[in-house]
């Protein structure tokens, strides 16, 4: 018999075997992980809303899940809650792009402080830009701010400097900027706080190489202060809420999610204990038995949540019994929860997102009112306007909060 290179091919090379043969919810993208991590090792994470479902899980289940900024003893676990402490090793909020991360990395050593550090909003409260939803309401003063950020940014130093496994979900390519030192913002100025300026905000779309570019720079930069660190990278399956290019949301979205994965490729095979977990495969590539995706198109139900670190859990973390015991009294030793806590893939079900800001009735109403002719849009594209340099976006959410949840505001990604 004649052979050729796929003669003898193994299963997971071979899409009838690895995918069509698969038992509904079984199939699994990953053949072999760089490095596993033990039940002792901190593992930190940071990222879009999706990167909420993996800290979440792992501190539920009993994992060293860890977290360098804790709320203060007198707060309460319900304000702590509202606060956003918890939702990833510090309290940076969603980190929706590659910029933002290295960014922050920067400011929290001090070789990067932004021109516009600060929104003042109304009754003297000021919003922090690079944090723009983790204080509801904003700080009551710029003195309240430089103190929360001083005390931030120690605990970002914190858990750079003492991870053992750093999981980082990207999220976006789009983002804005200024234009007076190239600050990333993880939200558009004016959506829920500061003022939109087209003089002094532009709108960027990253590229593959500009993303490889700064994640380089910052496992670099991680390395310089933990030469042992390990990074794990996640692409989020969840679309763009909204897109300020001059294309439907699909296409850019497609366009965001391709550009992503095909950075995390290229620094998974140029950076050593640099791994990829295809968690976006898992959830968007439309191979599992049942829809990931919930009524809305966007969130990710508890049934993909469930197979994504089921996969996860397979192939990056060490089983010992000797790891077991020590995570069931981990879990055992941890504060009380409710029966709908217990559960560690439904307590990753409520997330802080961000770009939930964005998917508005009064944008979309504005935006029906508003639509140009065709006439209109055609001298628009021959006067050569960018597109991007829109109206500030409102902040009018776009359906009821759950009136259970402390936030008001913290919707399922």
Same mark, same amino acid.
């Given at each position: 018999?004649?052979?050729? $290179?796929?003669?003898?091919?193994?299963?997971?090379?071979?899409?009838?075997?690895?995918?069509?043969?698969?038992?509904?919810?079984?199939?699994?993208?990953?053949?072999?992980?760089?490095?596993?991590?033990?039940?002792?090792?901190?593992?930190?994470?940071?990222?879009?809303?999706?990167?909420?479902?993996?800290?979440?899980?792992?501190?539920?289940?009993?994992?060293?899940?860890?977290?360098?900024? $804790?709320?203060?003893?007198?707060?309460?676990?319900?304000?702590?809650?509202?606060?956003?402490?918890?939702?990833?090793?510090?309290?940076?909020?969603?980190?929706?792009?590659?910029?933002?991360?290295?960014?922050?990395?920067?400011?929290?050593?001090?070789?990067?402080?932004?021109?516009?550090?600060?929104?003042?909003?109304?009754?003297?409260?000021?919003?922090?830009?690079? %944090?723009?939803?983790?204080?509801? *309401?904003?700080?009551?003063?710029?003195?309240?701010?430089?103190?929360?950020?001083?005390?931030?940014?120690?605990?970002?130093?914190? &858990?750079?400097?003492?991870?053992?496994?750093?999981?980082?979900?990207?999220?976006?390519?789009?983002?804005?900027?200024?234009?007076?030192?190239?600050?990333?913002?993880?939200?558009?100025?004016?959506?829920?706080?500061?003022?939109?300026? $087209?003089?002094?905000?532009?709108?960027?779309?990253?590229?593959?190489?500009?993303?490889?570019?700064?994640?380089?720079?910052?496992?670099?930069?991680? %390395?310089?202060?933990?030469?042992?660190?390990?990074?794990?990278?996640?692409?989020?399956?969840?679309?763009?809420?909204?897109?300020?290019?001059?294309?439907?949301?699909?296409?850019?979205?497609?366009? #965001?999610?391709?550009?992503?994965?095909?950075?995390?490729?290229?620094? #998974?095979?140029?950076?050593?204990?640099?791994?990829?977990?295809?968690?976006?495969?898992? =959830?968007? *590539?439309?191979?599992?038995?049942?829809?990931?995706?919930?009524?809305?198109?966007?969130?990710?139900?508890?049934?993909?949540?469930?197979?994504?670190?089921?996969?996860?859990? %397979?192939?990056?973390?060490?089983?010992?019994?000797?790891?077991?015991?020590?995570? *069931?009294?981990?879990?055992?030793?941890?504060?009380?929860? #409710?029966?709908?806590?217990?559960?560690?893939?439904?307590?990753?079900?409520?997330?802080?997102?961000?770009?939930? &800001?964005?998917?508005?009735?009064?944008?979309?109403?504005?935006?029906?009112?508003?639509?140009?002719?065709?006439?209109?849009?055609?001298?628009?594209?021959?006067?050569?306007?960018?597109?991007?340099?829109?109206?500030?976006?409102?902040?009018?959410?776009?359906?009821?909060?759950?009136?259970?949840?402390? =936030?008001?505001?913290?919707?399922?990604?």
């Amino acid at each position: 018999m004649k052979t050729h $290179p796929y003669s003898k091919r193994p299963d997971y090379a071979l899409w009838r075997r690895a995918v069509a043969d698969v038992a509904p919810g079984e199939l699994d993208p990953v053949v072999a992980a760089p490095f596993r991590f033990g039940v002792r090792e901190k593992v930190a994470t940071a990222g879009s809303c999706f990167a909420q479902h993996i800290g979440r899980y792992l501190k539920s289940s009993g994992y060293n899940y860890l977290v360098t900024e $804790p709320p203060h003893a007198f707060v309460s676990p319900q304000a702590a809650d509202a606060l956003n402490y918890g939702l990833y090793t510090a309290r940076y909020g969603n980190i929706y792009t590659s910029r933002q991360l290295l960014q922050l990395f920067q400011r929290a050593y001090g070789r990067f402080t932004p021109k516009e550090n600060y929104w003042p909003e109304r009754a003297g409260h000021v919003i922090d830009p690079f %944090r723009p939803q983790i204080q509801p *309401g904003g700080f009551n003063s710029a003195r309240e701010l430089d103190y929360d950020r001083e005390r931030h940014f120690a605990a970002v130093r914190k &858990a750079f400097e003492t991870l053992d496994v750093f999981v980082f979900t990207l999220g976006l390519t789009e983002l804005w900027r200024s234009r007076q030192d190239g600050a990333a913002f993880p939200l558009c100025p004016g959506v829920t706080g500061g003022d939109y300026s $087209p003089e002094r905000h532009e709108f960027v779309n990253l590229g593959v190489d500009e993303v490889v570019a700064d994640m380089t720079d910052f496992v670099r930069s991680l %390395r310089a202060v933990n030469p042992a660190a390990r990074v794990i990278l996640t692409v989020s399956p969840v679309p763009l809420a909204a897109t300020a290019e001059a294309r439907h949301v699909v296409a850019a979205t497609m366009y #965001s999610k391709s550009a992503l994965r095909v950075a995390c490729d290229v620094l #998974s095979r140029s950076l050593s204990q640099v791994a990829y977990f295809p968690s976006y495969e898992i =959830v968007a *590539g439309g191979y599992a038995p049942t829809d990931y995706f919930a009524a809305d198109r966007r969130s990710v139900t508890q049934e993909g949540v469930a197979h994504v670190m089921r996969v996860f859990e %397979r192939h990056f973390i060490k089983r010992s019994v000797a790891g077991e015991a020590l995570r *069931g009294a981990l879990r055992a030793l941890g504060p009380m929860r #409710s029966a709908s806590i217990e559960d560690p893939i439904a307590a990753a079900m409520r997330l802080m997102c961000d770009e939930e &800001a964005l998917s508005l009735e009064r944008v979309e109403a504005e935006s029906r009112d508003e639509a140009p002719s065709e006439a209109e849009s055609a001298a628009r594209d021959e006067s050569g306007e960018d597109p991007a340099s829109q109206a500030p976006l409102a902040d009018k959410p776009e359906r009821e909060a759950d009136p259970s949840d402390p =936030v008001n505001h913290r919707l399922v990604d």
